[in-house]
């Protein structure tokens, strides 16, 4: 069956193997035909050799961690035959840490995880693949054409858990969302921000393209200037950029007992001059909070499926800008200017 692989460590190695192994039973009693993977910017990383590891033994991984597949057979009746389903990327550690023992392997304390796609497990990216029932999630049949959207939206899902368990701290009433940057994820943020009534606003540098578009379409509002532009205190910013300054400066901008979730990743090695006293000052003068967040558990994927079911199909079918069929692989893996999401299509 074909595979898109790569060579972790080794530039542009990605290839498409014809007579790529069909899936060992050990992989899982969930036979699954992939029916579409969506791309990211974790695939470009591993493609450009800066990232990624094959399983212990082989020298190629099998990309592709946003996945949609049917299932073919489940001899365990989890699910049934025709099922969608999509698969959960990271699996807990071997030790297990306290987090992954009780299923938080979004929270792994030694770095040990293993990710389907990325680290240590065959990827999605293959015409067929197998998969444990507890690592399989259902979703409703209307998302047929865009449940590969269901693995960033579970990264969403869990910023947004932490944000509400956070504002528990003292009495919580936020209007006022403030999303920095409007790639897959940024958007998705704001649509589970716009599900929960908020007043959302999203921030991007972008001043043409689908983005303005697509953020208004979520009764949302659109800037294209710098943070400290905006006219309003946030009470909670989900920053998605990764971009030094804007990361800064949002955590500047909280409203008073503001809860700044930085969901954005760094490329780091650049420095810049900033008042880090005052920073300080601010936060702790205002009771606010910054956290990091990355990756989602179970529960979070079931949220996340469940924030897709109430979406606007259109809307969400919107987010895809291009699908390409695996016999063009390459181009699913070429960045465009105003591409949202690309996805890499095996079946329909
Ligand atoms: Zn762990």
């Not at 961690?65 to 299932?71: C, M, N, T």
């Not at 049934?80 to 306290?98: K, N, S």
């Not at 389907?116 to 197998?130: N, Q, S, T, V």
């Not at 999303?179 to 599900?195: D, E, F, N």
Request: charged share 20%.
């Amino acid at each position: 069956m074909r595979a898109v692989t790569v060579a972790p460590g080794t530039a542009n190695s990605l290839e498409l193997i014809e007579d790529y192994p069909e899936p060992a039973a050990e992989e899982g009693s969930i036979l699954v035909e992939s029916l579409a993977i969506g791309v990211c910017g974790t695939d470009h990383e591993i493609i450009s050799g800066e990232y990624g590891e094959a399983p212990p033994g082989e020298r190629r991984l099998v990309l592709g961690h946003e996945s949609l597949g049917r299932v073919l057979e489940d001899p365990t009746g989890t699910l049934q035959p025709g099922d969608l389903v999509a698969g959960i990327v990271r699996h807990p550690d071997p030790v297990p840490c306290p987090n992954c023992a009780a299923g938080e392997w979004d929270m792994c304390r030694n770095g040990r995880y293993t990710e389907h796609g990325i680290k240590a497990l065959p990827g999605f990216a293959r015409e067929r693949w197998r998969i444990q029932p507890p690592y399989a999630v259902p979703l409703d049949r209307a998302l047929g054409q865009v449940g590969m959207l269901l693995e960033p939206t579970s990264i969403v899902a869990k910023a947004w858990d932490h944000i509400e368990r956070i504002g528990q701290r003292a009495v919580w009433q936020p209007k006022i969302v403030l999303v920095t940057g409007a790639g897959p994820i940024g958007l998705l943020a704001a649509l589970l921000a716009a599900q929960r009534g908020f007043s959302v606003h999203v921030l991007d540098l972008a001043t043409s393209g689908p983005k303005p578009e697509l953020v208004h379409a979520l009764g949302a509002t659109y800037h294209s200037v710098p943070v400290h532009d905006l006219d309003f205190e946030p009470d909670v910013v989900l920053e998605c950029t990764g971009a030094p300054t804007v990361v800064l400066e949002v955590m500047c901008k909280a409203a008073p007992n503001g809860i700044v979730c930085l969901a954005g990743v760094s490329s780091g090695g650049r420095t810049i001059d900033f008042d880090a006293g005052a920073l300080n000052r601010s936060l702790v003068l205002e009771n606010n909070v910054v956290f990091g967040s990355v990756n989602a558990n179970r529960r979070h994927w079931e949220l996340a499926a469940d924030a897709l079911r109430r979406a606007d199909p259109l809307w969400l079918n919107s987010l895809i800008s291009r699908r390409v069929p695996v016999s063009g692989y390459a181009d699913a893996y070429t960045s465009g200017p105003d591409d949202i999401k690309v996805v890499l299509e095996f079946a329909v």
